[in-house]
């Protein structure tokens, strides 16, 4: 047992998973949860998910050893400001966003050091395109990573503690920077996100096009993204706009190299198009080798939702 009394703000896919690791795996003596959406906190409390069920940051935060934001981003200010009245000194605080500049920036506007509080930024690198407390399961977590971005307002043993509690979830943990964090991200996440937005809503604009074609035959790469692009908006909204500059950033890189390669295929330039097809086969294969595509995940993902459906 890791913690006597755990907190998790926020009780979507990520909440709800976490809370299933901590009860099942006995990291905690008592979990409670918090969800401003009373139907959320209903559909947890049929699930058994915790000990305690709230909508008052007060009875939550209270005597807490851990507190989890697990709520859009751009909540993260307001929440620890309330936060901030009752939690006890001493107690670890972490999040699982995305942007970690942004998050630690308005946890620690209340929350740090100086008020006695211990702040260690998280991210567990895990998700479906699913919402809801109803959607989480407790291997969502298997053989991902989980990048901890510790700072002044971190300690060594809460970082310590923290690495226990993604372990016991069967994560692969990693430090980084802040800032570094949410560089990578921006590549290998928020941008691939917004492409993914883009293209579904391009092609469900094309004049000429019978809505029920596009439905019938998606079974190609148009699928793919629609299965990314069903994400949670609300997340993918505070994402974009609190990880702005890096991703602007990656959106002008982006454009540049689709223009090059419009120019490749108007100029009838096969040479370059198949040099570029060649490297990203090669990432394709040291996504695979790296393990980071794994069917039976996404198996065992769907086999976990048919048996709560059943």
């Known amino acids: 047992m890791l913690f006597s009394k755990a907190f998790i703000l926020g009780i979507g896919l990520i909440g709800s998973s976490l809370a299933r690791n901590l009860k099942e795996k006995q990291l905690v003596k008592t979990l409670v949860v918090y969800d401003k959406n009373k139907e959320n906190l209903e ?31 751009c909540s993260f200010g307001e929440l620890a400001k309330e936060i901030a009245k009752y939690i006890k000194k001493g107690a670890i605080v972490s999040d699982v966003g995305s942007v970690k500049q942004y998050s630690l920036q308005e946890i620690e506007k209340y929350l740090n050091k100086a008020t006695g509080t211990i702040v260690v930024g998280g991210h567990p690198v895990a998700g479906t395109e699913k919402s809801g407390p109803e959607n989480g399961f407790t291997s969502l ?10 700072d002044e307002n971190s300690t060594p043993e809460a970082i310590e503690k923290l690495t226990k509690m993604w372990e016991s979830c069967d994560m692969k943990v990693d430090t980084m920077a802040p800032a570094h964090h949410d560089k990578v991200m921006a590549a290998v996440s928020h941008l691939p996100q917004l492409i993914a937005y883009s293209i579904v809503g391009t092609v469900a604009d094309l004049e000429g096009y019978e809505h029920k074609e596009i439905i019938k035959y998606s079974a190609g790469g148009f699928r793919d993204f629609t299965r990314i692009a069903g994400s949670d908006p609300t997340m993918w909204r505070d994402i974009f706009l609190t990880n702005k500059q890096t991703v602007l950033e990656l959106i002008q890189r982006f454009i540049e190299d689709l223009v090059a390669l419009e120019r490749n295929i108007r100029w009838d330039e096969g040479d370059k198009m198949f040099e570029l097809f060649k490297r990203t086969q090669k990432i394709r294969k040291d996504v695979i080798e790296a393990k980071q595509d794994q069917p039976e995940h996404e198996k065992r993902i769907l086999e976990e939702l048919r048996r709560k459906q059943a």
């Open 43 to 73: 559909k947890a409390k049929s699930l058994n998910l915790a000990d305690v069920y709230t909508t008052s940051i007060e009875e939550g935060a209270k005597d807490a050893d851990l507190i989890i934001l697990a709520t859009p981003v």
């Open 141 to 150: 977590f298997k053989g991902r990573w989980c990048i901890l971005t510790p």
